[in-house]
């Protein structure tokens, strides 16, 4: 039977549970602060989403997260390929593996990290060492670090061109979107937004930190520098394990590569400051000296909504499922807590 469903949030569940639940012919209403569907809208801060890298890594992510990142992680990777093949608009996806690398002074740290992720990930999906020629056969712009990794199973997914396929492909299929409109309450079948109550037989909230203050979430800073670098190979996402920072490098297509910080616990929305600027640049830098001449097009922060323990969470009440505390992880776990969700509410 099919129903008439509003969701509170445009970000990344915002959008797969829009493009999923109008491609089972439900009635479908979206609600979102921002100006329009891009990037970068006027008018309200833009979801994390957009700021994100788009790592698919959840053998990465045993190093901080648990059993249920990883398996919703997994399981993630096997749904993103078959989302991407049924939108209209093309979006960057790749399957190749990720790489962990460590300066020769930091061989302790990262063989800690190491260790840990052998210890908690199945067989599959173990680190695999690779040797520095083979290292170069990989990613021959990787000049720095002294020791390196595998991790076959990962991936990544271009954030931006997934979040304007996902709206477009919706909006074909009947999505009815509101921008410009601040949710300010979700009640059991209820959206409250631009002056008005919007009744519908279903609500969804996934407005991440602007949940609050209905759920206890705070907002995670992230910050990223995209790096024009034409001629410098990279293929697949890099992170550099440094016994102070979690830092990744991510290609993108037209020469551009993502240099970002995972988490830095603050709420501040203001640009990115100095400290970050040199500390990021420096350690992107000593993995690939070509950067040099790179050129910073953009750089960016966002808060990433996160719950007390970090986990994501799925809350089912009448007419009324909230779904949160992506946290670091976003587009690493957002198709699988759709899948989850959705199924708990067999819809």
């Not at 921002?34 to 698919?56: I, K, N």
């Not at 398996?71 to 093309?90: D, F, I, K, Y």
Request: glycine share 8%; hydrophobic share 45%; proline share 7%.
């Amino acid at each position: 039977m099919a129903l008439r469903i509003g969701i509170a949030g445009a970000g990344v569940l915002g959008r797969l549970l829009a493009f999923t639940l109008s491609r089972a012919d439900h009635d479908v209403q979206v609600f979102d602060p921002a100006s329009g569907p891009g990037p970068r809208a006027e008018s309200g801060s833009q979801a994390a989403g957009w700021t994100a890298a788009g790592m698919l890594s959840p053998v990465a992510e045993l190093e901080r997260a648990g059993a249920e990142v990883f398996t919703l992680g997994v399981r993630s990777c096997q749904l993103w390929p078959q989302t991407v093949l049924a939108l209209s608009e093309p979006v960057a996806l790749q399957m190749q593996g990720s790489l962990l690398l460590a300066h020769r002074s930091d061989a302790g740290a990262a063989q800690r990290v190491v260790g840990l992720l052998q210890a908690k990930a199945d067989a599959p999906y173990q680190p695999q060492s690779l040797t520095m020629d083979a290292l170069r056969a990989l990613e021959p712009g990787i000049q720095g670090p002294a020791l390196a990794w595998l991790l076959p199973s990962e991936g990544q997914i271009h954030p931006v061109q997934a979040l304007q396929a996902l709206a477009a492909k919706a909006s074909v299929q009947g999505v009815q979107w509101h921008w410009g409109s601040t949710v300010t309450a979700v009640d059991a079948g209820a959206i409250h937004a631009g002056g008005a109550q919007h009744r519908f037989d279903h609500v969804f909230d996934v407005r991440g930190v602007g949940s609050k203050p209905a759920l206890p979430v705070r907002g995670v800073r992230g910050e990223v520098f995209w790096l024009h670098a034409p001629g410098v190979p990279m293929h697949r996402p890099v992170r550099l394990l440094h016994p102070r920072h979690s830092i990744y490098m991510v290609p993108r297509p037209g020469d551009v590569i993502v240099v970002g910080a995972s988490e830095i616990e603050s709420e501040d929305r203001s640009p990115v400051s100095l400290r970050s600027t040199l500390e990021l640049l420096s350690a992107a830098h000593s993995v690939m000296p070509a950067l040099a001449e790179a050129r910073v097009v953009h750089t960016e922060t966002n808060l990433r909504p996160a719950l007390p323990d970090n986990l994501p969470a799925i809350r089912h009440s009448a007419r009324k499922t909230e779904i949160n505390g992506l946290f670091r992880h976003g587009w690493l776990i957002a198709p699988a807590l759709v899948e989850q969700a959705l199924q708990e509410l067999k819809l």
